[in-house]
């Protein structure tokens, strides 16, 4: 097996005038999970459909295990399984029509896990496509792609307008996955809650730039919120990155985004009391891209 | 299963439906014809019923599939599902294309077919056979659905590229109208339409192909999509309109120098304009024609409509008229046998086609269209002085100055017949008419002055002869009087009045026919009368008459069966070729004769050249001055120029 996944290198991504992706590079090993993150018209779907072939970059390229995907985007889609955004699949095909077109295209179908999954669903396979709920079309996109047992995972959005019902059975099915077959999985989210659990590394795209690229592990090891009484300024000795504060009380609230245990210590003398606490993915994602202004 | 079966099945499979709607359309030609009024012809009803909803669906199915095929999914973002999966671009493509044809051609046949076999003799257009129908409807779906494609494609992308799309449209369409003018005003017989139909099915080929390339490189992304469309199709198509292009030009640059057979060419009575009409091998069926500088070579291509009408030069040389086809030439006929050849009359001259009058002046390059329009049976008579052109029209005659176009002055009156007509002086043109009116025809003459715009008849003269020579005058250069061939009569050039009956001594040459047509009796510019007739012994003789008809000279010219009269020159020589009877006109025979009338001797014999030709349609022999090089053809086919006097021969510069 290829040991990176996925890599893309220096993509610039522009429709017109308009830049969506400015020279952005990251990489995905094998086996892992990445969690792309980024808000509304960050240029998360430019990056995956450049990463899936389906666009051009401007500049740079991306690959799929260890090949050029605009030049082997059907090659590789063998091995690839895709959630799109927005269902795509015709809205006159039966949920039954596009396993058996979906039979016929890859190589490595399992019909019956196909089948469990629509059951565990509670789709009908005489249903039209066109015919489903927002989740249903999901669940069914879903159900395509891993039945085609990919080595890659690739969602977009995938718990976008689902309920918290969907949004688990979800996540349950590609963990499951991911269990029995080491599968790797690129996913671009807003669903933060839902990703923390299962990702290994998290990217957060910023006005087309990747502002943060690191294995969650580190990333929230270095990012805490403190709390204390006094003023921001006393912070200055312990040599912290403060990404923001606010008054809070009598005192101070600050996220710092590089917290060091010892080099803290070093201001003991001047903040007496203080309340470190350790934050969610979703605490770091609003630290890092929050203030900007929607 | 290939994975462009795979898409075209799945696709087929979603047209199950429209499949059975035209199934069930199928019937409705056969209940109409159970309508009270179809009742006369059940068959031809349900044949034109059974037509027309065939070809509707079948055109109707190729717009609508045409427009949604993959342009719609391009907008609804709906082509991402085939882009992730294991599909290339050429097999989305494919795929989707043949299902479509196939529902539009499958329900057009569903619907034609029960009609078509119930009255296949109904299903036919009168240029069309009954199969040949149905292979243009199913090409015309092809086209139908390939061009929806693309203009859906850019109608959706709402994109810049829609200005330029428009551009290259035209910039094509105007390409093609050049290229397929030049072929036809080249004459080169049908190739015009054999490059319209090439250049169709490359395009068509283009159409069909290019969205692979809008996919493979365009991606999802319907602008790109566009943009690489429309890239593919105008590069591709530039290529195919270059080739066209340069198959023209190829076919087109051919110079007087490269004709390896010469028909035709006749000279100016002054200067150096000579008009030569020839062939290439493998550069189309009719005949090129070449406006030449006898001294320098420079030379043109000009098309006139048919060969033998040629050119009308000015008497000074200076100047050149010719007739040619005011809309688009068509100069090729298919014959019942399947063969094609080259036509001399064009399809527009027989359906009485619009002609119009160019000129060009001789040394200079320019062609002027001069905007007056003949038809095509309409003759044509330009002044000696080159500046004023008199037209025949429907029972009348009109002049018009060639420079301006404008015309002068207009008589009407004429009858049905045939009219030949000459400038008396620039401002006067005499019509002679021999109407055809019945056994005793009677011979007019008309005088037309500019000067007051008006046409008074100068003289008339009962005809009662009735062979077909009763037509045939021939008129002295100066107007001043006509030989009526048919009875061999002088007629006062004005007034018709009978001068005298001349009678020959040998006996008179039959007319021949074709190309080896050439004249044996005429009136020179002074009025003297030549004739060539059969001696005795079987040999050409020469008789000369005064132009009162007195016998003046009788020369026979032993073991020569066939002399012309090619021309005359001042100073009262006269230019004979010898030849055998029905060769074509350029055949060289035996040579040519430089004739003293004064004297009635053979002054020089020219061996080995043929030229100049006897004019076929001016009604007298042409007077060529006493120091104008003679063109004509030598023993290699080249053209040459002889001096009548001296007898040296030059070659013609770059021939």
Redesign the interface.
Known sequence: MTELALAVEDIVIR?GERVAVQGLSLQVRSGSVYALLGRNGAGKSSLI?AI?????PNRGQASLLGEDVWRH??????R?G?V?E?A???P??HVK?LGW??S???PRWQQSAYDERLDRFGIAPASRFGDLSKGQKKQVSLALALAATPELLILDDPTLGLDVVARKSLFEEVIADMAERGLTVFIATHDLGAVESITDRVGILKQGRLVLDEDLETLKSRFRRIRFSGPVADLAEANLQISSSRPWGNGTEAVATNYDELAFERVRHVIRTAEVAPLTLEEIFMAVVGEEKS | MNTTWIIAARELRAGKRVFAICAALAVLPFLTALLPGARASRADFVAMVGALLSITVGLGLAVAYGASTIARELAERRMSFYFAKPVGAAAIWFGKASAALAISLGCFALIALPSFLVSPRSWRLPSLEQGELLALVALLIVEVFLVSHFLSTVVRSRSAWIALDGVCVFASAAGLYVILRSLALGAVANTDAKVAICVGLAATAIMAIAPVWQLARGGTDLRRSHATLSRTVWMAMAVVLLVAGSYAAWMASVGPADLTAVHDFEQAPRGNGVLVTGSKANRGLIPLQFLVDSETGAHRRITTVWPSWGVKFSNGGERAVWLQQAGWPSWGAKFSNGEERAMWLQAGIRSGGELEIHAARIGDRSIAATGIRAKTHERTVLSDDGTRLAVEGERTVSVFDLDSGRLLASGAGLQPGWHDMFFVTPDVVRIIENANSGPRSPLRIFELDVRTRSMTKTGELSVDERSQSRWSLSVSGDGSRILHLGGNRILDGRTAQPIARVQFAGRPIRAEKGPSLGRNRDLLHDGTLVAVTTGEDGSAQLETFSRDGQPQHTVTFPGVRRLLLAGEIEGGKLILAMGEPNTPRTTIGRGMIVFDLKRGVIERVMKDIRGPLPRLNDPGVVRYAAEQPLVALNAQGKLVTWDARTGVVRRIPGM
């Open positions: 429709y459909r899936l072939g389906q666009l051009r985007r059907a090659r590789l889609m063998d690839v895709v799109p927005e795509d699949a015709p006159d095909m029509e077109l979906s016929r295209l890859y």
